[in-house]
């Protein structure tokens, strides 16, 4: 039986900076520092835990190639991290602004996903889609 999302792995241009950006963002709310892994090239695999263990990662490793992130390219369309309030939103978009992240939709409610989904979207600096969502139907996180 499926019981969740193990980890998802991200390649990014700027190792250093991608790993600064996601403790900056998502680290007060309680991502843990990263945990290193020997990846399939030799490369260094950073994993950082989310606070409940077992509840899955984060990893990002460096890019070997320079070819960029294109959002609506097949692959990839956002992360989605589902925190426990909307003021956990609203500091993770604080936080994001601070790191220089390009905010695409600063934190409101969403009510065509369910009635009390709160939620911002920023992009990484990879360019990836992030979500930071509180409630909401557990079905949709």
């Known amino acids: 039986m499926l019981v969740g999302l193990g980890h998802v792995d991200l390649v990014c241009r700027d190792l250093e900076r991608s790993l600064a950006f996601y403790a900056s963002v998502l680290g007060p709310l ?48 956002h992360l989605a991290f589902r925190v ?19 905010v695409l939709h600063a934190p409101r409610r969403w ?6 989904y709160f939620a911002t979207f920023f992009l990484d600096p990879d360019g990836f889609r992030v979500e930071v969502a509180s409630r909401g139907d557990a079905r949709l996180v």
Do not use: C, M, N, W
């Not at 426990?84 to 992240?101: C, K, L, N, T, Y």
């Not at 009510?111 to 009390?116: D, I, N, V």
């Open 84 to 102: 426990e309030s909307e003021a956990d939103v609203e500091a993770a978009h604080a936080a994001a602004v601070d790191a220089g992240a390009e």
């Open 30 to 77: 309680g991502l843990q520092p990263p945990v290193l892994f020997e990846g399939e090239r030799g490369e260094q695999i950073h994993y950082l835990r989310f606070p409940t263990a077992g509840s899955g990662s984060l990893g990002l490793r460096q890019a070997q190639e320079k070819q960029a992130f294109e959002l609506y390219a097949p692959g990839l369309h």
């Open 111 to 116: 009510p065509e996903y369910h009635p009390t």
